[in-house]
């Protein structure tokens, strides 16, 4: 059977030309096609210098109709004159200490069953062959138990050069700071062999999760005190709402290793748990689970906290996640925040990552090829910041 999909993987821009258009499309090439290997057994034709040029003339000629784009997008000036087709690997990034072949995040998603194994295997195995970072999800398990150690063991994968991390929430945190058992998190480092831990602030999806702790301090002031308590590099991010400028320059005055943005427009757990709780719950905070802020908004809210705290600012590395949908915004984000940084995705890998490892594989592929396509040819519009 036809597929649309393998002939135009990409789509159609603008409008989208009907079935029989395309099926018609497709048999008049293969009638070309047999009518110049019936030419050339008769010698009626030399063998052409470009083989294919009259079926992609043919092409251009049946698609021009369908190929009218009313739309640019205005963030990027397009530079066609400047450089030629991107040929080599793009440059290593150093980050959180560790140098990246692609200034690329795969952000904290999942741990704790038998599908989170396959899927953070999967994952591992796309850090250590494309040479980027990772996140884990929850390691709450790991704290008092082994028994789901397997679904985050990935060193070795990774292997010892990238960075990788755990990651607990600011209630679990709160809770060994009570016990006097913050050691546990020491020893949740060496059994992993992983670079340090996030921090995940979720004050919104505790409230809305059935099974919801309650955060008794300020998150702000328990990260401190880890910090006072641990040597290990600590990040925090919050979960699918972003955070606002008084809670970034907070962070940003702490000696943190990175902040991550994980901010509103991807993946919002506070979302996923009111979907989670009770008609009464749902009917009360339909509102409430969708405020938060954007990546491009964080972006300005550090930028401008920047250069609030001068010298008082000490941490400087940031991962833009959240909302991110591709390697254009991720590209376009990086190279408007002020300080260094890298962009992160959840959703888009996890997916792929539960499929297949070449599903994945074949988007980070992606991924990459077009961060090269934009270095070569896109400049930013700071005008339309």
């Given at each position: 059977?036809?597929?649309?999909?393998?002939?135009?993987?990409?789509?159609?821009?603008?409008?989208?030309?009907?079935?029989?258009?395309?099926?018609?499309?497709?048999?008049?090439?293969?009638?070309?096609?047999?009518?110049?290997?019936?030419?050339?057994?008769?010698?009626?034709?030399?063998?052409?210098?470009?083989?294919?040029?009259?079926?992609?003339?043919?092409?251009?000629?049946?698609?021009?109709?369908?190929?009218?784009?009313?739309?640019?997008?205005?963030?990027?000036?397009?530079?066609?004159?400047?450089?030629?087709?991107?040929?080599?690997?793009?440059?290593?990034?150093?980050?959180?200490?560790?140098?990246?072949?692609?200034?690329?995040?795969?952000?904290?998603?999942?741990?704790g069953?038998?599908?989170?194994?396959?899927?953070?295997?999967?994952?591992?195995?796309?850090?250590a062959?494309?040479?980027?970072?990772?996140?884990?999800?929850s390691?709450?398990?790991?704290l008092?138990?082994?028994?789901?150690?397997?679904?985050?063991?990935?060193?070795?994968?990774?292997g010892?050069?990238?960075?990788?991390?755990?990651?607990?929430?600011?209630?679990?945190?709160?809770?060994?700071?009570?016990?006097?058992?913050?050691?546990?998190?020491?020893?949740?480092?060496?059994?992993?062999?992983?670079?340090?831990?996030?921090?995940?602030?979720?004050?919104?999806?505790?409230?809305l999760?059935?099974?919801?702790?309650?955060i008794?301090?300020?998150?702000?002031?328990?990260?401190?005190?880890?910090?006072d308590?641990?040597?290990?590099?600590?990040?925090?991010?919050?979960?699918?709402?972003?955070?606002?400028?008084?809670?970034?320059?907070?962070?940003?005055?702490?000696?943190?290793?990175?902040?991550?943005?994980a901010?509103h427009?991807?993946?919002?757990?506070?979302?996923?748990?009111?979907?989670?709780?009770?008609?009464?719950?749902?009917?009360?905070?339909?509102?409430?689970?969708?405020?938060?802020?954007s990546a491009?908004?964080?972006?300005?809210?550090?930028?401008?906290?920047?250069?609030?705290?001068?010298?008082?600012?000490?941490?400087?590395?940031?991962?833009?996640?959240?909302?991110?949908?591709?390697?254009?915004?991720?590209?376009?984000?990086?190279?408007?925040?002020?300080?260094?940084?890298?962009?992160?995705?959840?959703?888009?890998?996890?997916?792929?990552?539960?499929?297949?490892?070449?599903?994945?594989?074949?988007?980070?592929?992606?991924?990459?090829?077009?961060?090269?396509?934009?270095?070569?040819?896109?400049?930013?519009?700071?005008?339309?910041?």
């Amino acid at each position: 059977m036809y597929n649309i999909k393998q002939e135009y993987p990409h789509g159609f821009l603008f409008p989208r030309p009907s079935f029989t258009f395309v099926i018609l499309a497709k048999l008049k090439r293969v009638h070309r096609q047999k009518q110049r290997v019936i030419k050339k057994k008769n010698n009626i034709i030399s063998e052409d210098i470009d083989p294919t040029a009259a079926d992609r003339k043919q092409d251009h000629i049946s698609l021009a109709g369908v190929s009218q784009i009313g739309f640019s997008d205005p963030r990027f000036f397009y530079e066609p004159m400047l450089s030629g087709h991107p040929q080599d690997e793009l440059e290593p990034v150093s980050f959180l200490g560790k140098t990246l072949k692609a200034p690329i995040w795969i952000s904290s998603m999942t741990g704790g069953t038998e599908l989170a194994r396959k899927i953070n295997h999967n994952l591992a195995l796309a850090c250590a062959e494309f040479g980027i970072g990772m996140g884990l999800g929850s390691c709450r398990s790991l704290l008092y138990s082994n028994e789901r150690i397997a679904d985050f063991d990935f060193r070795k994968v990774v292997g010892p050069h990238l960075p990788f991390y755990g990651n607990i929430g600011i209630a679990q945190l709160e809770e060994l700071q009570e016990s006097k058992e913050t050691e546990r998190l020491q020893e949740l480092v060496e059994k992993l062999q992983i670079d340090g831990m996030i921090i995940h602030v979720n004050p919104l999806q505790e409230w809305l999760q059935p099974e919801g702790d309650r955060i008794k301090r300020a998150p702000v002031d328990s990260i401190t005190e880890l910090l006072d308590q641990v040597e290990f590099p600590v990040i925090v991010k919050e979960v699918g709402q972003g955070m606002g400028p008084e809670s970034i320059a907070a962070l940003l005055r702490l000696p943190l290793t990175a902040i991550d943005f994980a901010a509103h427009g991807g993946t919002n757990f506070a979302k996923v748990e009111l979907l989670r709780s009770q008609e009464e719950v749902q009917d009360t905070y339909p509102q409430i689970a969708p405020l938060g802020h954007s990546a491009t908004q964080m972006v300005d809210f550090v930028n401008t906290m920047l250069d609030r705290l001068g010298e008082a600012a000490i941490c400087k590395q940031i991962i833009i996640s959240g909302g991110v949908k591709d390697f254009l915004d991720g590209y376009y984000l990086m190279n408007m925040l002020n300080c260094s940084s890298i962009y992160g995705q959840g959703y888009p890998f996890l997916i792929r990552a539960k499929e297949s490892y070449e599903a994945l594989r074949q988007y980070l592929d992606s991924q990459i090829e077009g961060l090269k396509l934009a270095k070569a040819f896109l400049h930013i519009n700071e005008q339309q910041a």
